[in-house]
């Protein structure tokens, strides 16, 4: 049984760097095939996705962010991070980390498009 648990801030001011933590335990971050992935739900709104890192280290982000994201992983304590930059109260979410099979969800993906999910976290960005 894979678990993922998220960490961070609850709070951030704007224009500052958002980081979230993303724990995993009972499997490995580079087990071949697996796409680690960070995903928000602001508030009264749907899912988005906002980019993985794979089994292999490589990432893939989601172009709405503006390049505004940025996620690394520490391989020796199964971790994965993302950094947003310069937030504003419009990144108010619930973010989650999940584990899938594939660098980038279909365009009209829900929940059910992967296996494991953290239990999310709520940050909201002060203005």
């Known amino acids: 049984q894979v678990q993922l648990q998220e960490s961070g801030p609850g709070l951030v001011e704007s224009f500052q760097t958002l980081s979230l933590n993303c724990s995993v335990f009972?499997?490995?971050?580079?087990?071949?095939?697996?796409?680690w992935n960070w995903i928000r739900q602001p508030p009264g709104k749907g899912l988005e996705w906002m980019g993985a890192?794979?089994?292999?280290?490589?990432?893939y982000y989601s172009p709405s962010l503006n390049s505004r994201a940025s996620i690394s992983r520490d391989t020796s304590n199964n971790q994965f991070t993302l950094q947003l930059d310069s937030v504003t109260p419009e990144d108010t979410a619930v973010y989650y980390c999940?584990?899938?099979?594939?660098?980038?969800?279909?365009?009209?993906?829900?929940?059910?498009?992967?296996?494991?999910w953290g239990q999310g976290t709520q940050v909201t960005v002060s203005s």
């Open positions: 009972g499997g490995s971050i580079t087990i071949y095939n697996y796409y």
């Open positions: 999940a584990r899938g099979d594939r660098p980038r969800p279909k365009s009209d993906f829900g929940r059910d498009d992967f296996d494991y």
């Open positions: 890192i794979a089994y292999s280290g490589k990432t």
